[in-house]
């Protein structure tokens, strides 16, 4: 067997052994770094942030299968989906915005790709599925 | 030659590893369904009431936020009537409609299909809103747990228990037309809503609240589950100034509506959670 052949071969070993440990551990959740975005006043988002008093608002995605928004401590609202339950509110959305075209324009609207339709539909179950992150955005008001 | 087969070896373990690991997970599948009590259209409502000042309290809601709300005030003699008692409740429960004043039974009254045909009869000649459906009216009925109390005291009302097995059925016809079933609210969409509504090929939503907790459907799709916080809630009532008032009420309730469009197919089921 080649060195190019082995290599590989251990390699996949390495990353089968961490996956396995992975879902024994009961493909728990890895969060990665918040994402800080500052809103100036004037911006659409500040009243809404600076209402709670908190001066922030946190949007959490957990590929789980969650969506939370929290204000200062509070939390404000959360969704819970499934890739199936994601892909019907995809699907909802384009036929509102095609609707929208016709209805605004008189004209006809297209749908997307199917192909594309699939991938997104790939990616989300793979994050839901296979593994999983947690990313938060965190919205800073400025005075 | 000689490591290739360790690296074979090791890899037939690891799928042994993997492979007991799945066979020990629980299924899935044999979730254990809980016992759920037979479903009832629970809907107890509190009132008090204060001669003097001649205003009321309901479900909750001070005589102030009701005020704010539109809600209508009772005639000198509503209020003479209601000055002589201390409370009086009426209650709907089965096949049986109770009704007590003073803590004392008033009247018990049994009913059955025959003699809610007479009644239905005779609505249907008094209301001019339209024939009763009857049988959703037995659909109601045939679950109804309903107490509607009235009580003496300038305390605030307690909050409103509502609780819906049966799902409000709502319809829009081809014109925007609202009813609820089967009766005209003499609300309609807006034409450009309802070309909208068309053109994405909705045929019906279904729309289950279960104390801030949001299953929807849309033409039997479901959509993400969302949960509004009450606290939350006030946080977007602050930054758009919506003066939505106390909450709380509505935060306790579990009810459900289907929403049909023109000539699509009803929603069936129910809001069980």
């Not at chain 1, 800080?36 to 299968?65: E, F």
Request: charged letters at 20%; one cysteine or more; aromatic letters at 8%.
């Amino acid at each position: 067997m080649s060195r190019f052949w082995r290599l590989l071969l251990i390699s996949l070993v390495i990353v089968l052994v961490l996956y396995g440990i992975y879902f024994a551990l009961g493909r728990p959740v890895i969060p990665l770094p918040s994402i800080p975005y500052k809103v100036s006043p004037g911006q659409p988002l500040h009243s809404i942030i600076t209402s709670n008093g908190a001066d922030q608002l946190k949007l959490t995605l957990n590929t789980a299968g969650d969506i939370e928004i929290v204000s200062g401590q509070q939390s404000v609202v959360s969704l819970n989906y499934t890739p199936e339950t994601f892909e019907n509110t995809l699907d909802l959305g384009e036929r509102l915005l095609i609707a929208r075209k016709i209805v605004q324009s008189d004209g006809d609207g297209s749908r997307s790709s199917p192909f594309l339709r699939k991938v997104i539909n790939w990616v989300i179950a793979y994050y839901y599925h296979v593994i999983r992150f947690r990313l938060s955005v965190l919205l800073i008001a400025l005075p | 030659m000689n490591k290739t087969p360790t690296i074979v070896k090791l890899l037939l373990a690891f799928v042994l590893v993997v492979s007991v690991i799945l066979i020990k997970q629980p299924p899935m599948a044999t979730a254990e369904i809980a016992w759920q009590e037979a479903p009832t259209n629970l809907i107890h409502i509190d009132v008090t009431y204060d001669p003097g000042t001649k205003t009321y309290s309901l479900g909750g809601y001070s005589a102030e936020e009701l005020r704010q709300v539109g809600a209508p005030e009772f005639q000198d003699e509503v209020w003479e009537v209601l000055g002589l008692l201390n409370n009086a409740t009426l209650r709907i429960y089965d096949d049986v409609i109770d009704v007590f004043t003073d803590d004392q039974p008033l009247l018990s009254l049994t009913w059955d299909d025959s003699s809610r045909q007479i009644l239905y009869t005779i609505l249907d000649a008094y209301i001019e809103l339209g024939d009763i459906d009857i049988e959703r009216a037995e659909v109601w009925l045939d679950k109804a747990d309903v107490e509607i109390s009235l009580r003496k005291s300038k305390e605030l009302s307690k909050p409103l228990d509502i609780s819906l097995a049966t799902l409000v059925q709502l319809q829009v016809n081809d014109k925007g037309a609202l009813s609820v079933e089967g009766f005209p609210t003499g609300m309609e969409l807006t034409p450009e809503t309802l070309a909208l509504i068309n053109a994405a090929n909705i045929g019906n939503l279904k729309l289950c609240w279960d104390k801030g907790v949001i299953d929807l459907q849309v033409n039997g799709q479901s959509l993400p589950r969302a949960t509004l916080y009450q606290g939350g809630l006030g946080v977007i009532d602050k930054a758009f100034g919506l003066n939505l008032g106390d909450l709380s009420p509505i935060f306790g309730s579990r009810f459900g509506a289907g929403l049909v469009f023109g000539n699509a197919d009803p929603v069936t089921g129910e809001c069980v959670p």
